[in-house]
């Protein structure tokens, strides 16, 4: 890369050749500066999944710092690949080879030092990001490795910084909410205070869903016999879509409704509401005591008589065995 | 080869990986939705009257055992074989559902509340395997599936807020004593519930998928294989369109 004196041919004056490292580390500087600025002060505000929950905050700000440290990266290969034809390309008439390749220590040590310094900034600031802020898909669960953003009680009050907790229940194909801090009840509808801790407590029925409260930046699998623990802390009112991220059966892609973010005491308003409805229509009494998952093959509450084998159910007030009424 | 010949053969071998495409969309993902009827209800006094039954078995050649819905031609009263029928929208539906299946409890006893019929509610009227009622209506909010087990299945259209247990045959009065063969009838000598309830169906045409909650598919892994997964038998699709 470094600028050399080149003889063009026996009888020709030489031609000196421009510097062409730092023509292209001129391009690619401003370029690369040029693009970070872009991506900074034009795309992170308006990147997915925008900026409703600290998760979803945290997100946005991961996929543009990723997209800063990547962009002088893209810059780069596509810069020195279209120098290259540019500017080397055979002219017509040239049958001549190339000019030997030659080491350089200079360029070596500058590429060796730079894709690694990229690699391990990446390392660590994934590792960190995952980590540390809460809602970012590592550290979480039933024992999370920092300190929660609220505290944990049974009941739930506005105005305090007790978490809300809120069981997220997936079955073919529709989702429920409960709400163990107000008697237990359950709903269709996802409501959550804003400016509140939440903690999600993610299982399934049946199959294994996921689910995904986008605006929320929140994606936990729901797997059936398993409490998946996910946080986050909504900062805007709005409507959240809630969405089922796995596979599960022919009408996966409809498996999806939308939440509410709301202000605390509407949301008191709201969950006061709909268990004192629950209550007095004696749904409470009907539904099961609050359990952190569900075998998808018993029902205890029903007697174990009713549940005769595992993982095969039928009709008629009890399971079928495997042989009835078809073997799969 | 000459390099027409060449081009020739890549063009046909083109075209055959095209077509078999091609055959295979049309022919297998296309007729699995074509095949099966529409039934089209029309609005007279602005309402609509709906007629599914569920049955414990089917009258199809290949899955005569899988448990299915039938819903009811208004014009000639048959009882066809299918899950996919339309409504005018915005328009008052009163469905009546014959449940000629056996209970089944309810995975999540959430669904034993009804939800989104107009007034909250469903009536159920039990009858015997000769006909006769047992009791008088009842019209209830709540039919608590673990209780007394007089749930078979549920009528769910999600899109719409519509979650409807349906009830099922008295569960002593039933034992041994289901219709056993589709589609019943309330003569066929089995005994069966009818539920009805009223909603109004959206203001936006389009297609609304339907379900049941309950995973029914006896001898698939949790019940959730087989006809919970198929158009035509415990699913079906609601067509909405301009009243």
Redesign the interface.
Known sequence: MSSETLAAGAGTPARREPRHGWRLFAIWFVLSLAACLVIWFVWYPHLPPGRMSDSASGQQFDIAVLAITGAPVLIGVVLYFSYAIVVWRARPGDDSDGPAIQGNIRVQAAWIILTAATVLWAFVFGTVELVVPAGAGGGEGPSPIWKLAGTQSSTWTPGTNTMLQVQVIGQQWVWTYRYPQFGGFESTQLYLPVDTPVEFHVTSLDVIHEFWAYQLGVKADANPQVDNVAYTTPKQLGSVTVRCNELCGIWHGAMYNFGHVVSQSAFQSWASGVQAKEQADGLLAALPPYALHYDPTVIPQLGSNLVKVVGVTGAAGYYYNPGNPVTP | MSVPARAAALVVAFLCVVGLGIFVVVYYIGSATTQLPIVHYTASGGQVNVALQED??NDSATRP???TYYTQDPTTKQWLHTTLFSVPANTKVNVTIYGY?????L????W??V?GTLGGTVTVQQYNKDNKPLGGPATE??I?S??D?NV?HTF?I??I?L?VPVASPN?NN??NN?CGSSPCTPTSGGAYAAETFSFMSPSHTGTY?W?C?I??G?????????P????GWM?GEMDVVSS
């Open positions: 414990p078995q055992d899988w448990v299946d056996g209970c089944t409890p995975r999540n006893n959430y034993s509340q939800q909010s709540v608590n673990w209780a087990c078979a769910a999600p899109a807020g979650f569960a039933s034992v289901l998928r379900q909650l995973p029914c006896g001898g698939f892994v949790d019940g959730n294989g087989g919970m997964q198929t158009l699913m």
